[in-house]
């Protein structure tokens, strides 16, 4: 992963790196620096990196609402034996925390030479932790991981699609936000329709992908990060974004032989919920649109944790694009085949 050295000017919140410092010399780490590499800085994250004389440690810091992270990995090493980043301190007040490294980020891996295996491996890996969860959510619900459940997913649009000034703002007509209120008890009816094949819902990385995946070089042992950001929802949406970003970041298609296997590896785990490949197929079509729905509710929940004007400065706001392309789909061929 490429970093930055941070400078004093940098304007970086001084309190928290002094924070990882005094932690990791009481650990019994030696610093090769008290300045650590810049990696990640956002709204939504803020992640930096120690040399030590042990290996390189991450700080990371989020905005309070996505500063679940550190509870989230605990549960799920302590619970369910997931391969996920190893916590060695964190501070409440802060909203950050301390892990040791766990590898290169498969992305960077693919880019050098598609491994097909490895990523099946790892998507392979990320649904059997899925299925394990589905029987224990309620660890989960308990520590106040948003429920995007699907019997909640509909009031989640409706709370957004009622704002009339925000989607105003956005750009929207009145013509469009009629036409997203009309979509709101078709959305309820394709909830049902999904909830009918009886897939148990679990935990969703919004952005699960191979950029979220790491490989230790020496153990080849895989690693999920980025898991502050995590809601209880159906499984086929973490599912969806991967199978997204594979094809855009890795030059696939729809078509492409690669691409339909690691399809296939995505979705291995639950054919027993379908009688045929035919039923999987229609189960995505509605899971496709859900998903959109999921992601325009999901983008409200981004704004409130890290300010629009934030996001924006950072390109990084897509919630009118989100409703115009869900408008679109409707519109189309995908929406009219479900009765749309």
Known sequence: MKTELVSGNDNLN??????????????????KSNLPENVINTPWSYLVRFETTDGYVYLKQTPELFALER??????????HASVPT????????????????????????????DEALLCRAIEQFTSLQISVAERVDVFLDISVPDYRLDKLP?????????????????????????LE???PKISNLCKKMSDYSIKQTIVQPDFNDNNTLIDDKSQAITIIDLGEIVISHPFFSLLNCLEQIKKH?????NDDTYLRIKDACFKNYMNFFDSKEHLSDALKIAQLLHMVYGISYQYRFMMACGKE????FQHWKLSNLLKEFIALC????GSSLDI
């Open 14 to 31: 001084k309190e928290i790196i002094q924070w990882g410092c005094k932690q990791l010399l009481s650990l019994g780490y030696t610093l």
């Open 71 to 80: 509870e989230i990995i605990q549960i799920l090493h302590d619970q369910f």
């Open 87 to 114: 916590v060695i301190a964190h501070s409440a007040e802060l909203n950050c925390f301390l892990m040791k490294d766990a590898g290169r980020s498969l992305r960077e891996i693919l880019k050098k030479k598609f």
């Open 155 to 179: 009031g989640l649009y409706k709370e957004l699609i009622s704002q009339h000034d925000l989607l105003i703002a956005e750009g929207l007509s009145e013509v469009e936000i009629s036409k």
């Open 182 to 184: 009309a979509l709101l």
């Open 250 to 254: 890795h030059g696939l298609t729809d």
């Open 310 to 313: 934030r996001l924006m400065s």
């Open 331 to 334: 519109k189309g061929g995908m």
